[in-house]
């Protein structure tokens, strides 16, 4: 056979030896501060950029790259943490009254404000740290569970038996050019005993409360505790 597989349960993963490449679905990401190359190749992908760099419902976002990557960034954000620290939500009915034709279409819809570029910037800096591998923290909260996180770590040990030279998430940027030291360093909060991660700590302060409270029915407590960031960002 030309491919292994190593199955954990929040994440298949696939070793090609003839490429020497390490294809898996969702325990690893990386970015940069630069929107993939489809976002900004497809003029509806191009779009919905300029439509989350709004600072107001109605704001027309002049195409730039820089609004790109603002808008970007704020992707990121929303998609890892649902409610990031640099963000304030607005889910009640004031988005809906706020609602007016908008010519990038859907309607205006603002549910979310953003405290200041500046906290942005920070807590985008914080997830991001130039590319460097890290893992989306629902997967985290799942991957913490179980015996101290020793099924986890016996999985990280078996996928860098494989010497792989580039690895290919499913989501976020790929190919990285990593190998499996790069690989496992992602994970070091399983050995470390503690379930922290380098982002702002108001950015997992949601999924904290969650975890503590409306999810604990789903996710049982971790001897690893609940996520940390390493320390506030003041955002």
């Known amino acids: 056979m030309s491919a ?26 990386a970015t940069g501060e630069e929107p993939p190359d489809i ?34 960034r704020r992707i990121v954000l929303l998609f890892n943490f649902f409610f990031p620290g640099a963000a304030v ?32 910037a920070k807590a985008f800096a914080a997830y991001s740290a130039n590319g460097k591998p890290t893992l989306l923290p629902i997967i985290q909260i799942i991957l913490s569970r179980g015996d101290s996180g020793a099924e986890t ?21 790929a190919p990285l050019n990593i190998g499996p030291a790069q690989f496992a360093e992602a994970f070091e909060y399983v050995r470390s005993g503690r379930n922290e991660v380098r982002f702002c700590d108001e950015d997992v302060r949601f999924l904290r409360a969650a975890e503590e409270g409306v999810l604990s029915f789903s996710v049982y407590k971790s001897k690893l505790g609940v996520l940390r960031g390493r320390a506030p960002c003041g955002l």
């Not at 292994?4 to 990401?29: M, Q």
């Not at 607005?90 to 404000?113: M, V």
């Open 39 to 72: 976002l900004t190749s497809d003029p509806e992908y191009t779009r919905a950029l300029l439509f989350h760099a709004r600072d107001e419902p109605l704001e027309l976002v002049a195409d730039s790259p820089e609004a790109r990557r603002k808008g970007w």
């Open 153 to 173: 770590a016996a999985w990280v040990d078996k996928v860098t038996q494989w010497p792989f030279e580039r690895v290919v998430p499913a989501h976020l940027d």
């Open 4 to 29: 292994t597989v190593a199955v954990h349960v929040a994440s298949a993963t696939f070793y090609h030896r003839p490429s020497k490449t390490l294809l898996l679905c969702d325990s690893l990401f």
């Open 89 to 120: 939500a607005d889910l009640g009915l004031g988005p809906l009254f706020r609602l007016r034709p908008y010519e990038l279409g859907w309607a205006g819809w603002l549910p979310f404000s953003w405290r200041s570029p500046e906290a942005e």
